[in-house]
């Protein structure tokens, strides 16, 4: 039996825009109470998927998707005149743009060198693995308590749309297999944020998004998807399946054996048959 919304106002709600090169189009992703946040916390009501209007703003998401995506390697050197022939804007907005995502942990600035592209550890990933796998317990406990029909739709929606990305995966190569990766994170992500959306916190729900980002860029360096991504589905389905049916110790329990297998196969050296390719694309 489905409880009321007693935090409804403060569902987040998300959405795909064409533009990012995933190939994905305007499909929304049904993660929808409200398509702004409250006035309070970190999006201070601006819709969750509202892109950046400075040009600082706009050249901090280039770059940090471009981190996110090994398309600038770990430990590589981050030079003003460098980026500006890449983004195409000016030394204030650049510098501006490289200490934001510093704060994000992706650019790490070093006394007489700059900026460079953070550079990947393990024990990082584990700790920001488990962080996210505590906050997201958290949160699934509190949306199952608070959320309504809309969160439970949007949950069945995004696992969905989840499952369809795993089946482009299959035998993908080339520049397919990139849009089908690219598809595939953004739609885990959706699927994970539905299972928290109702939790009733702006900021959880915005260190999900920071922490997603962390642990997406270890995945893209070292995961071979196709494989990774049909054993995590079982996983994805019976969280899903104890999310509708308010069973929030289950679901805890779950997402906690979830995140314990998935970094641990992160660290787990691919086979010569398993080879996925390590470096920037």
């Known amino acids: 039996m489905t409880k009321p919304a007693k935090l409804r106002r403060d569902e987040a709600g998300t959405s795909s825009e064409a533009g990012d090169g995933s190939g994905m189009g305007t499909e929304t992703t049904g993660v929808s109470a409200l398509s702004a946040s409250p006035p309070w916390g970190p999006r201070a009501g601006t819709p969750r998927d509202q892109k950046p209007r400075t040009l600082a703003g706009q050249a901090a998401e280039r770059l940090r998707q471009d981190i996110i995506r090994n398309r600038l390697h770990p430990g590589e050197r981050l030079t003003i005149e460098k980026l500006m022939r890449s983004y195409g804007v000016g030394t204030s907005p650049l510098r501006e743009a490289l200490f934001q995502v510093a704060g994000d942990g992706l650019v790490r600035v070093e006394d007489h060198k700059g900026f460079i592209v953070a550079p990947l550890n393990f024990d990082e990933m584990r700790d920001v693995s488990s962080l996210r796998a505590y906050l997201e317990m958290n949160a699934i406990r509190r949306s199952i308590e608070n959320g309504g029909d809309d969160w439970e739709t949007s949950v069945l929606t995004a696992e969905h749309r989840l499952t369809k990305a795993e089946t482009r995966l299959e035998g993908a190569v080339g520049d397919e297999l990139i849009l089908a990766e690219d598809e595939w994170e953004h739609r885990h ?88 390719r390590n470096s920037p694309r």
Do not use: M, N
Not at 210 to 225: I, N, V
Not at 237 to 257: F, S, T, Y
């Open 189 to 276: 992500r959706d699927f994970h944020y539905a299972l928290c959306s109702a939790c009733g916190s702006p900021w959880l729900l915005h260190f999900f998004d920071a922490l997603y980002d962390q642990l997406e860029r270890y995945r893209r360096h070292f995961w071979r998807y196709e494989e990774r991504a049909r054993g995590a589905h079982a996983q994805h389905e019976q969280i899903k399946e104890a999310a509708l049916a308010r069973d929030a110790d289950r679901a805890v329990e779950l997402l906690a054996e979830h995140f314990r297998e998935q970094a641990d196969l992160t660290v787990t050296p691919a086979s010569p048959t398993q080879s996925k």
